[in-house]
């Protein structure tokens, strides 16, 4: 089944406690993305990758860090969390002029 | 630069009746657009696109959207609304491909709330 799995769906944690969030998919996609959803906010950008080792910043990439060293494979590293990263994130891929594939999500709770 | 504005931040309508969930862009060139819906602890699902062509296109669970080029909106559309239909709909504009010089990024909306009452 072709699909955006993250990992993991829920984590809580402590301020400065550095943590890493996976996201895999399965579907050979060259564009992948992370974002953030919070309330009346939408959902805002925080890194991006073009392909294999191709990285860049989104609308919000402070705090937050990224690699693409596999094509199936897009982590985020909070390298030290704080309260106001405090949200629900997705991982999305895609072929080029295609639509997003998303994952369900992770809720993050920093306190 | 792009942008979408969904100027509604819920819409109420009644089961059976029609419903309209507002979207404009603004976008340098010609724009793709794209329709999703989030349910409930869900990662969003794609509904429809434009890119070009007809300017109704018809996607998933029976939706369709309206492109107006005149007033840059792209406005989703159902005859007959089920409750099923409650989620949160988010509009989106990409604009060219790095292939004819733009890039892949996607601007989002902040979303409208679609509640459906039985």
């Known amino acids: 089944e072709a699909q955006v799995t993250q990992n993991p769906r829920y984590l809580i944690t402590v301020t400065g406690k550095k943590l890493t969030v996976t996201c895999s998919q399965n579907?050979?996609?060259?564009?992948m993305s992370w974002y953030r959803q919070d309330p009346g906010l939408g959902l805002r950008q925080i890194y991006y990758?073009?392909?294999?080792?191709?990285?860049d910043k989104g609308d919000v990439p402070e705090g937050y860090k990224v690699s693409r060293k596999e094509k199936r494979n897009f982590p985020l590293i909070l390298e030290s969390p704080s309260p106001n990263q405090t949200s629900l994130y997705f991982c999305?891929?895609?072929?080029?002029?295609?639509?997003?594939?998303f994952g369900n999500g992770t809720r993050l709770t920093v306190t | 630069a792009q942008s979408v504005a969904q100027p509604e931040d819920q819409v109420n309508v009644a089961e059976g009746n029609p419903l309209t969930v507002k979207c404009t862009y603004s976008?340098?060139?010609?724009?793709?657009l794209f329709w999703y819906v989030q349910y409930p602890n869900r990662g969003l699902q794609f509904l429809l696109k434009?890119?070009?062509?007809?300017?109704l296109v018809k996607g998933s669970y029976g939706f369709e959207a309206e492109f107006n080029k005149s007033q840059t909106s792209f406005h989703l559309k159902k005859p007959s609304a089920l409750v099923s239909d409650s989620a949160l709909y988010f509009c989106?504009?990409?604009?060219?491909?790095?292939?004819?010089?733009?890039?892949?990024?996607?601007?989002f909306g902040r979303g409208t709330s679609l509640i459906v009452h039985p």
């Open positions: 990758s073009m392909n294999v080792e191709v990285t």
């Open positions: 976008v340098s060139g010609n724009p793709y």
């Open positions: 579907m050979n996609h060259e564009y």
């Open positions: 989106a504009v990409r604009d060219i491909p790095p292939s004819r010089g733009g890039s892949y990024i996607p601007t």
């Open positions: 434009y890119i070009t062509g007809d300017n």
């Open positions: 999305a891929s895609s072929f080029p002029d295609a639509p997003l594939h």
